[in-house]
C-alpha cells in the first residue's frame, strides 16, 4: 500500500520514528476497526488531532476538543462554524504544520479540555436544533 494514500502506512512510519517512552504515551491503531467502532475510540479520547474529515466529525460532534490538520478546505469550514473566529486555535493549515505549532495546540486543547467540551456541548445543541429544522425550512420552500 502507498504511504500517500494509507494513513496506516504513514502513521506507522512515524510511530515506528518514535522513542519506546513516547511509544507508551501514543497508540497506533492497526486498520482493523470499522467506521462506528472508530468513532467509539475517537469519543473516549482526552483530544484529537487528525486530517481526514469524518473522524474530526467524529471527535467534534462528541465533545472531544479537535485539532483538525486542513490539507482540504472542508476542515478551514467546519472548523470555522464549529468555533467561529476561534477556529484557528484548532484548525492548523498546511504551511503552519510544524512539531510546535501542532504540539501547541494539543497543549492548549489539554490545558483548556473543560471548557472546551463545555463549548462543544452547547454548539452541538445548537447545531442538533438547526439541523433537525431543516426539514421545516426545505417544507416552507417546497409550499
Not at 46 to 71: C, E, K, M, Q
Amino acid at each position: 500500500t502507498n504511504a500517500h494514500t494509507n494513513d496506516y502506512t504513514f502513521m506507522k512510519k512515524v510511530f515506528d520514528k518514535l522513542t519506546e517512552k513516547a511509544k507508551v504515551q501514543v497508540n497506533l491503531l492497526e486498520p482493523i476497526y470499522d467506521a462506528e467502532e472508530l468513532k467509539w475510540i475517537i469519543s473516549n479520547l482526552l483530544v484529537f488531532a487528525g486530517a481526514r474529515t469524518h473522524s474530526t466529525i467524529a471527535s467534534i460532534s462528541t465533545n472531544v476538543p479537535t485539532t483538525s490538520f486542513a490539507y482540504s478546505m472542508k476542515a478551514k469550514g467546519i472548523n470555522l462554524d464549529v468555533f467561529g473566529s476561534d477556529y484557528t486555535k484548532f484548525c492548523i493549515e498546511p504551511h503552519e504544520m510544524t512539531a510546535g505549532r501542532i504540539s501547541e495546540s494539543i497543549k492548549y486543547m489539554l490545558d483548556n479540555r473543560n471548557a472546551i467540551i463545555d463549548d462543544l456541548k452547547e454548539i452541538n445543541i445548537q447545531n442538533r436544533k438547526l439541523a433537525a429544522m431543516a426539514g421545516t425550512y426545505l417544507s416552507q420552500i417546497v409550499k
